[in-house]
């Protein structure tokens, strides 16, 4: 039987024959990621939110972000046209929508920090490398978080909060309470970031004097009382327990 | 007369139901992410701010990476390319390690980087050594061990061990898998960074740069967001102290810390940090130091993204190789000082 002549390359790529310039859908659709994540992180800088996420020590990466994709974005969506063929594929779609992710659930989600069940897992901050370095305690310093970080790994440090012993200090910081708190007490903390929220460490003060079922864990508040060493620990006995605002910089920096 | 006519070839499968599809799931997303956020799940608030902070403190250096990738693919001479190929193998991976001092980027960006050279005929051992090699050697991780470490007697052991352990290491890597071809150790990747088919004149280089700016980041940045995931997760429900029992046995408190920098997935300028507060739990420096060393060179989030750079073979050997070394080199110095 005989069969009619195929034209093979028109069957099987029927639009190969006239090619001309054309949108490349790949590279629209990654420009389109690119200037996602762009947005988002400009975003991120003007909101502040990036404070959420990064320490002020690195918080220049975000700029930086923000400049280097859109840059991208722009340059792959003027570069688009072009002659030749592209695909789009599903694949390249569900690549696209798994990098878009990541910005839908920052967005959508309220803003939030680390808290109590994040404390609970970590090593605390050892502040013994800062005692030297910043060299700024001494017999007339504020007395910080990182005061206490200092003084608990750090012999000079103990030796000097001790001399200090029921001095008048301040801190700013979120409550929480660990198996081992009384009820009379609660643990104030303070998460100190150097690169980013993954690497957090807590800087923890056990607060005694606390007036049963005032505190809910979680909740920012304002300590203000006398500092005792006491033996590796440090302890504030509270004259006031204020409610606070959560701090535009809520992680502290070394 | 002639008509113009549009030449991409659409995949079929494509449809408008398959991208409302897509883009329901997004809503769906979101709308868990709104309605189960603002703490009312603290697990939930802790997995998606270290996510988050994952996401946002490395995707700028994929991107970085991606850059430099693509000035590597399009606009460093061949020439350039062949110098380095025709250093004596000896010779290819100190200076590659050394070449790791003027890049301070990330591992996230150090690891397309190292993808387009190989492609582009670096040598793979010396393409390797730069990538484990670079974000270890780094002035900025020097600078970050130093604060890190300052005031307690270490600071010259911890700063100087971890480059030369660093470079050794990534050395010794490049060496093992340094003797196959660049088609044995990569995965084909399937993806669009290849140019479509041209006919007539070709793109400008520039045309050619952003397309491989966009296929070098998408390519690298689903594997960051899938290793994010992952390490996220990990830091949310692994207690740190579960390796707090281990510090006074041999060998495997170097394991140990190895482990752990494996699974928290830190940033090589933030890790020394990490590693500083272990002592109180009374891990050493050669502990320590081998979180330092190992950790860049292997995590979760970098795992995922060998996966999909090289093949799986090779992710074993470089893992494996690693490992080894970083155990090997921390041993021999925790003999060496005690």
Same mark, same amino acid.
């Given at each position: 039987?005989?069969?009619?002549?195929?034209?093979?390359?028109?069957?099987?790529?029927?639009?190969?024959?006239?090619?001309?310039?054309?949108?490349?859908?790949?590279?629209?659709?990654?420009?389109?990621?690119?200037?996602?994540?762009?947005?988002?992180?400009?975003?991120?800088?003007?909101?502040?939110?990036?404070?959420?996420?990064?320490?002020?020590?690195?918080?220049?990466?975000?700029? =930086?972000?923000?400049?280097?994709?859109?840059?991208?974005?722009?340059?792959?969506?003027? =570069?688009?046209?072009?002659?030749?063929?592209?695909?789009? *594929?599903?694949?390249?779609?569900?690549?696209?929508?798994?990098?878009?992710?990541?910005?839908?659930?920052?967005?959508?989600?309220?803003?939030? =920090?680390?808290?109590?069940?994040?404390?609970?897992?970590?090593?605390?901050?050892?502040?013994?490398?800062?005692?030297?370095?910043?060299?700024?305690?001494?017999?007339?310093?504020?007395?910080?978080?990182?005061?206490?970080?200092?003084?608990?790994?750090?012999?000079?440090?103990?030796?000097?909060?001790?001399?200090?012993?029921?001095?008048?200090?301040?801190?700013?910081?979120?409550?929480?309470?660990?198996?081992? =708190?009384?009820?009379?007490?609660?643990?104030?903390?303070?998460?100190?970031? *150097?690169?980013?929220?993954?690497?957090? *460490?807590?800087?923890?003060?056990?607060?005694?004097?606390?007036?049963?079922?005032?505190?809910?864990?979680?909740?920012?508040?304002?300590?203000?009382?006398?500092?005792?060493?006491?033996?590796?620990?440090?302890?504030?006995?509270?004259?006031?327990?204020?409610?606070?605002?959560?701090?535009?910089?809520?992680?502290?920096?070394? | 007369?002639?008509?113009?006519?549009?030449?991409?070839?659409?995949?079929?499968?494509?449809?408008?139901?398959?991208? !409302?599809?897509?883009?329901?799931?997004?809503?769906?997303?979101?709308?868990?992410?709104?309605?189960?956020?603002?703490?009312?799940?603290?697990?939930?608030?802790?997995?998606?701010?270290?996510?988050?902070?994952?996401?946002?403190? $490395?995707?700028?250096?994929?991107?970085?990476? $991606?850059?430099?990738?693509?000035?590597?693919?399009?606009?460093?001479?061949?020439? $350039?390319?062949?110098?380095?190929?025709?250093?004596?193998?000896?010779?290819?991976?100190?200076?590659?390690?050394?070449?790791?001092?003027?890049?301070?980027?990330?591992?996230?960006?150090?690891?397309?980087?190292?993808?387009?050279?190989?492609?582009?005929?670096?040598?793979?051992?010396?393409?390797?050594?730069?990538?484990?090699?670079?974000?270890?050697?780094?002035?900025?991780?020097?600078?970050?061990?130093?604060?890190?470490?300052? +005031?307690?007697?270490?600071?010259?052991?911890?700063?100087?061990?971890?480059?030369?352990?660093?470079?050794?290491?990534?050395?010794?890597?490049?060496?093992?898998?340094?003797?196959?071809?660049?088609?044995?150790?990569?995965?084909?990747?399937?993806?669009?960074?290849?140019?479509?088919?041209?006919?007539?004149?070709?793109?400008?280089?520039?045309?050619?740069?952003? +397309?491989?700016?966009?296929?070098?980041?998408?390519?690298? !940045?689903?594997?960051?967001?899938?290793?994010?995931?992952?390490?996220?997760?990990?830091?949310?429900?692994?207690?740190?102290?579960?390796?707090?029992?281990?510090?006074?046995?041999?060998?495997?408190?170097?394991? !140990?810390?190895?482990?752990?920098?494996?699974?928290?997935?830190?940033?090589?300028?933030?890790?020394?940090?990490?590693?500083?507060?272990?002592?109180?739990? &009374?891990? +050493?420096?050669?502990?320590?130091?081998?979180?330092?060393?190992?950790?860049?060179?292997?995590?979760?989030?970098?795992?995922?993204?060998?996966?999909?750079?090289?093949?799986?073979?090779?992710?074993?050997?470089?893992?494996?190789?690693? $490992?080894?070394?970083?155990? &090997?080199?921390?041993?021999?110095?925790?003999?060496?000082?005690?």
């Amino acid at each position: 039987m005989k069969t009619a002549p195929v034209d093979v390359l028109r069957a099987e790529v029927p639009e190969l024959a006239p090619a001309q310039s054309g949108w490349d859908r790949t590279r629209l659709l990654g420009a389109g990621v690119l200037g996602a994540w762009a947005a988002m992180f400009w975003f991120l800088q003007l909101s502040g939110r990036l404070n959420l996420y990064l320490s002020t020590r690195t918080a220049w990466i975000v700029p =930086t972000g923000a400049v280097i994709l859109s840059l991208g974005s722009v340059g792959a969506a003027a =570069t688009a046209r072009r002659r030749g063929l592209a695909t789009s *594929t599903r694949r390249g779609v569900v690549v696209a929508a798994i990098l878009i992710a990541p910005i839908v659930l920052m967005t959508a989600a309220p803003p939030a =920090t680390l808290g109590s069940f994040s404390s609970s897992r970590k090593a605390q901050f050892s502040g013994r490398g800062l005692w030297t370095y910043w060299g700024a305690f001494d017999e007339n310093s504020e007395i910080t978080f990182f005061f206490v970080a200092a003084s608990k790994y750090w012999e000079g440090g103990a030796n000097l909060l001790g001399r200090r012993a029921g001095d008048e200090a301040s801190f700013v910081g979120f409550a929480e309470r660990w198996d081992s =708190t009384p009820s009379d007490e609660l643990v104030l903390t303070r998460f100190v970031v *150097t690169c980013c929220v993954a690497d957090a *460490t807590p800087i923890s003060i056990r607060v005694v004097n606390v007036p049963p079922g005032t505190v809910e864990d979680d909740s920012w508040i304002e300590v203000t009382g006398q500092v005792y060493p006491v033996g590796q620990d440090v302890i504030v006995v509270a004259d006031s327990i204020e409610p606070a605002q959560a701090p535009d910089l809520p992680y502290i920096t070394p | 007369m002639a008509t113009r006519r549009t030449a991409i070839i659409l995949d079929r499968s494509v449809n408008g139901r398959f991208l !409302a599809g897509v883009v329901a799931g997004l809503a769906a997303l979101g709308f868990a992410a709104w309605a189960l956020g603002g703490g009312r799940a603290g697990w939930l608030q802790t997995w998606m701010v270290i996510f988050s902070s994952l996401i946002i403190s $490395a995707l700028p250096f994929v991107a970085l990476g $991606a850059v430099a990738a693509s000035i590597v693919a399009v606009f460093v001479p061949m020439s $350039a390319i062949e110098r380095i190929g025709r250093l004596p193998r000896p010779l290819q991976l100190p200076v590659a390690a050394v070449a790791g001092v003027g890049f301070p980027i990330c591992e996230c960006g150090s690891v397309p980087l190292a993808r387009r050279l190989m492609l582009r005929g670096v040598p793979p051992g010396a393409a390797i050594t730069f990538m484990l090699a670079a974000p270890v050697v780094n002035p900025v991780v020097m600078a970050s061990t130093f604060v890190a470490y300052r +005031g307690r007697g270490s600071t010259l052991l911890m700063v100087g061990g971890r480059v030369l352990l660093g470079a050794s290491i990534a050395m010794a890597v490049g060496w093992v898998l340094g003797r196959k071809m660049p088609e044995e150790l990569l995965r084909e990747s399937g993806e669009p960074d290849q140019a479509p088919v041209d006919f007539g004149r070709p793109e400008s280089r520039w045309g050619r740069f952003f +397309g491989h700016v966009v296929g070098d980041f998408t390519f690298m !940045a689903k594997y960051l967001v899938g290793g994010a995931v992952v390490a996220a997760v990990v830091q949310t429900f692994l207690p740190q102290r579960i390796v707090q029992g281990l510090s006074a046995v041999p060998v495997i408190e170097i394991v !140990a810390m190895m482990g752990l920098a494996a699974i928290l997935s830190l940033c090589s300028e933030s890790d020394a940090f990490i590693a500083s507060s272990f002592s109180q739990y &009374g891990f +050493g420096p050669s502990s320590q130091l081998a979180f330092l060393v190992f950790g860049p060179m292997v995590d979760m989030k970098l795992g995922a993204m060998y996966g999909g750079t090289f093949k799986p073979s090779t992710v074993g050997a470089l893992v494996a190789t690693a $490992a080894v070394a970083t155990l &090997g080199f921390s041993l021999w110095l925790e003999l060496a000082i005690g």
